[in-house]
């Protein structure tokens, strides 16, 4: 089996933490917006694939500056990755986004990721 692609392990996470109604957003040093990930069990689960081919791929990820493991959060995104994932939120998922975060806050966190 072949590696997950951050473009569809990033495109997974959001599927799950829409479907989950579940989207933590924290800002670290001030600005930095982050976005928590799911577990890399919950990942694998998702997308039927066995689980050391998500971690290596979220390895990728991590060496790409895409996320970092944050302490007692798990995988969260980096600057980058934030603007990716509310790039997904914003072009490919906007209503299921806006059902969730609300349309005030979704284009507020496009400002601040741009």
Do not use: W
Not at 36 to 60: D, G, M
Not at 62 to 82: C, L, N, P, Q, Y
């Amino acid at each position: 089996m072949a590696d997950h692609s951050s473009e569809e392990l990033f495109d997974a996470t959001l599927r799950i933490l829409l479907l989950e109604r579940s989207i933590v957003v924290t800002f670290d040093n001030g600005s930095n917006l982050r976005i928590r990930f799911p577990t890399t069990r919950r990942i694998a689960e998702f997308l039927a694939t066995p689980h050391y081919l998500v971690l290596r791929s979220c390895a990728q990820m991590e060496v790409e500056g895409m996320v970092t493991k944050a302490e007692r959060a798990g995988i969260v995104t980096t600057h980058k990755g934030s603007r990716k994932m509310i790039e997904l939120m914003q072009d490919r998922y906007r209503l299921e986004s806006e059902a969730v975060l609300g349309t005030a806050i979704l284009d507020e966190l496009g400002k601040i990721t741009a």
